[in-house]
Structure formats: structure tokens, C-alpha cells
């Protein structure tokens, strides 16, 4: 199914099931432990022997030598593969760093080696006896000492933008600010590490793993083993969380994939904990200047942003510049973004990427700009609301109400009791501010297959390769079915992320819930054709009540079955529309937070978020998505960094330990409003995405808080007591 015009009424606008906060259909097995994740899935394949892999212990260098005696002669152990026998490699398309190291390492604790045992324990212990000596190299580690030779990706598409003379009117401006803002490193620190168990039927490979991208994930494994894709199968129906972290092919994978194949039998591998910061990808570090002039009445005239971050060669930059090609007016524009070469670990996608630290510093300018004009912050933004987009004005935006998402919150959280002047509100000791920031998030479309199937108990099962990362696509998938095909939910099984399915949009970048539900949308409307050809009715039938209703005649849906199953597949894909229409998801972030005046510590008290976000398909499953958004981003405005070891170029933070994250405890009310919208432009489910809109802004409207506390603007993230005091 194409679509390329805007939708019209259609089965889904009936909302009997669509858009109603049903459960998670997998709830119950998420929270009782008996989801199985990749690891856990003992009962998949007969001898599964464990593999650990061995990280390398420098940034930079090569392998001089690699002593396997020990580790081969200690008990338990089946057998090693290190790149001198893993034969020729192909390279992933997604991915930067090779994923086995040899001769040369490339980033601190890319796999050198992978040992299988007959346990755990043995697997762990052999590899301690893997002797490898290196030449370690000078690399490069910091990204405020590389930001002097950052250069102009190759890899991003426009890394630069410039509308009229932004150099000029900022000059001229009579109000002005120019600040730079930094973001650390950041970890994905999902609860779920990456997993796989591999196992070889002759030339073919099946792997079962915890994977966002099951499309990507087969076409990268098939690349990186030389063998056809059609011989490879991934699995992943249950994942804990991905963040972004598991969008791509990564060492589990690969290295459980050649140990299998060395043992000669299935091989399962996790990644420890302390390995993943270093072994897999991570948030980029930034280092962020906005410049940004208004004349006196707050209509901005100027607005520039750079943006530096750094890479692995071959890596691409963070766009953390992104949001504010849109997300104001203003006459003269500028947007640069430099990417430094960094021997760290492989930056990549992490929830939001660009948006996310990108607003963290666009919105502490906002709120600072406010403040020298004397204005307050929310009117000062929508002030500068812009209906189109401001690089390209012949590009309206398909839905934008930014303005509604600030006013409505304003009202809500009780904006109109802040104090303008910052340390003016206490609370026993504590100092008590209030803070906003907007948040913006692109909404990305991509095309998605689905096939479904009626029997005749009117049983309809979902097939597709999708992947529910914690997200609730289960639940979506089923409430889509059921609207379409007029049956209840009970009467839906949907099965996802087995790469035998339809490929599917996949988990990532928000695009995942609306695209994915589009391409269920589009098999379920070929399937009510087979239905309704089946029984003779017109091909506007209605689909209520398991019943058929066309013409004055009625039929049950199973009536269409009873020769054998029905079933049906198609491909939700789009047109132009996107370009012709600039497609974003919109809120606005409300924080209280108080600081301790004698010791500077921060709690936040209160936060709100309302959304705009086309039709929401659950409001429970979405509502959750924001608010572990808004806790991510209150992580990241207040403790998440990854620790750069600026001699040795690794994170030293490895695990949960010393990568804080915050808990339950730490955010004692949050509260979410969805506007009630839908946007016709966006798919036919005229939904969007929530699950990224939800961190974007959060770090922001945090930091302007605090300041708005205790007159403490902080500009470097995350705001730790030391920048408190
Ligand atoms: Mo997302 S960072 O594209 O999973």
C-alpha cells in the first residue's frame, strides 16, 4: 500500500480498540521474569555451550602476540577463535569499528578473542588466561583537545545550513547571547545486556538475540560471515530495552556466531556488564555554542549553532543541531556541525539522538535569552513559533502545536507561580524554582510489512519482523488487527521479531510504533479484500463484531475461513509526503526542582510534559514511554557521564555502579498530557511517534530549574553538586 496523500476517514477512526490504554500484552511476562530473554532461552536449541569474550586492553595499537596455552589447557574448555582462525570478515554496513580486532585494535575492549566452555565459570575463567601483548599507539581521547581539528562530516547529509546573513544580524542584534553548552559520553545502560546464542545447520546460521533492527541485524550478520542472507535467521521476540543500543550488529552476535562454528555446536555469549560502555556504542560527547539575537521586543532576528563532537573514522557526527532548523523563527540562520577524530569507542544513536543533547543546550539559551530580555520563558517561545519551516517557508509543518503544548502546560503545572527572579522561593532550606524548555522530535517515516492470517475460530495472527523493546508493540500491533478486522482483542495472536516475517520498520528512532501498526494496517486491508471476495459481500464492508456487513447482508467473519485460511501481506510505503510536509512531534517540559542552599543538592520535585504527537494508539503504553523518557533525560541532566581516562582513551565508569542512572526515587511525580490530535499526513493510522519526543527538552528544562532555584546556571552536563557550589 502507497501512501502518499493525506489519509481519510478510515476502519481505524472508529477507536473501538485503537486508542484506548489497554495493557501490555506481554506485561505480565515482562514482569514476572518469564518473558525469556536471548540468553535465557535454554530450551531454543540442545548443548548450548557458553562463550565470554575477551575485550582488548588498549585504545589503540595492534596485537603483537596472542598465547592461547593456558586458556585452551584450562578445564571446561571447548575452544577459542581470535581473528588469526576466524577466517575473512565482511563489514556490516552499520557498523564503524570491527566487531573482532586483529591485528589492529581500534577502541578499548573491542573483542580480541571469544573462549567456549562447557559453563559460565569456565568460559570466564579461561578467558583470564588469555595472554595477549600489545603495542599500544598514541591515540586521540579528548574531545575538547581534538575540537581544533574537527572537520566537516563526509558521512551527514547537511552538516551545514545558512539562511540570509546570520553573522550580520547577529551583530546587529541589540539583544544577544553567545554560550557554549557541553554533554558528556552517554550509555545506553538498557537492563537487558546484549545477548545471543548462534548455531550452525550446516551453512545456515539461526541466531536468537535481543535485537532493535531484525532486518538490519540479518543483512549485517550475513555480510559480516559471507554467507547469503537468505541462510541466516535472527529470533528476538522479547528484549529489555534497547535505547538505541541495540540498532546494530554487535560482538555477541558475531563472536557467537564463529565460536559456534568452531565448536561446532550452539554457542551462547552475553556481554558482561563492565563490557558493554567500551565494547558497544554510546552518546557521542558535544560541545555545543548557540549564539542567538532579538530585537527588544523578543522577535528573534539571529540564531546560530555549532556543534562538535568526535568519532572513530568512518563514524558520524552527533546532529545535535537538528531541532533548531526548525524549532524557531528568525530571519538569519546558521547551523555547523564539525566532527574530531576520537580513537573512543563507536558513537552512535542513543534515544533521540541529536534532538536530545542538542535541546539540552538550545533550551538553556532559550532560557537565558528570556532572561535578558526580561521576558518570561514560555512567551518568549511562543513568541518565536514558526507554522512552517524557517530554512525552507514553502514547507509548512504537517501538525505544530508547540505553542498549545506550552500554554496548556503552563496552565496545568501552575506556571504563573514562578518567580521571575531566581533564589526568591524557599522552602525550609531548600531554595524552589521552576523551569521549561519545548521539545521537538523529528517523526521519520519508513515502510513496514506485515502478513496476517484468519482461521476459522476467527483467530487473527500478526506476523512481522517488528521488535517490542519494551515499547509496547505487542499491544499496538493487536489493538490494529482488531480495529481492522472487527474483532476483539482476545482474538489476536501477533508474533514479531523473527526475521522469517514480513520485514518491518523495526525499533528506532520513534519511527518504530507508527510505522509498524501502518504496515498491519496495510496486510489487514488486503486481507478484508480476501474476506470480503471469500463471502461475496462489497468490498466496503464493515468489520464489527467478528461479522461482515455489506449491502444489508451480514456474514461472520469465520464464514470466510471455513475452506481453510486466509492470508494476506503487504508493505506500508511512502511517497513524498514527508518532504513536502515537515513531519515533528512537539511538547512542552515542565520541571520543579529544588536545591539544598547549604549543600547544593538538587531533588526535582515535580515534572510534567504534555505532547503533541498525532493520534495516540495507547494512551498507557505511550504515557509510560514518556515518562521513562523524562526520567532518562532527568539522568541525563543530572547524573549520567561516561568518565573519559584521557591517557588510556576508555570510559572508566563501566557498569551500573559507577554509571549512575536515576530511579524511582529520585522523581516523586511525574505527569503526562497527550493534546488530542491526529495527522492525516503521517500514515493511516495518523499517528506519530512519543517514545523519543518524551527525552527531548528534559535536561533542559531541568537546568533552567535549578537556575530559576538558586541563580546557579550550569552549562556543562550532567549538573553535579561539584558545579553546584
Ligand atoms: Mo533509537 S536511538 O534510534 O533506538
Redesign the pocket.
Known sequence: MKFDTPATTNPIDRLRVVGKPTDRIDGKYKTTGTAPYAYERHDVVANQAYGHIVGAAIAKGRIERIDLAEAQAAPGVIAIVTAADAGPLGKAQTNTAKLLAGPDVQHYHQAVAIVVAETFEQARAAGALVRVEYARAKGAYDLAGAKSGAATPDKSEHPDSAVADFAGAFAAAPVSIDATYTTPDQSHAMMEPHASIASWQGDKLTLWTSH?MIAWSKRDLAKTMGIPAANVRVDSPYIGG???GK?FLRADAVMAALAARKAGRPVKVALARPMIANNTTHRPATIQRIRIGARRDGTITAIGHESWSGNLADGSPEMAVQQTRLLYAGANRMTRTRLALLDLPEGN?????GEAPGLMALEIAMDEMAEKLGMDPVSFRVLNDTQVDPEKPERPFSQRQLVKCLQDGAAKFGWDKRAAKPGTVRDGRWLVGMGVASAFRNNMLMKSAARVRLNDKGVVTVETDMTDIGTGTYTIIAQTAAEMMGVPLDKVVVKLGDSDFPASAG???QWGANNSTSGVYAACAKLREAVTAKLGLATDAVFEDSRVKAGGRSAKLTDAARDGELVAEDLIEYGDLDKKMQQSTFGGHFVEAAVDSYTGEVRIRRMLAVCAAGRILNPKSARSQVIGAMTMGAGAALMEELAVDKRFGFFVNHDLAGYEVPVHADIPHQEVVFLDEVDPQSSPMKAKGVG?LGICGVGAAIANAIYNACGVRVRDYPITLDKMI
Open positions: 532493535q534497547g535505547f538505541g540498532l544513536a542513543m534515544r533521540a539522538p525499533s528506532g528512532g523519543e
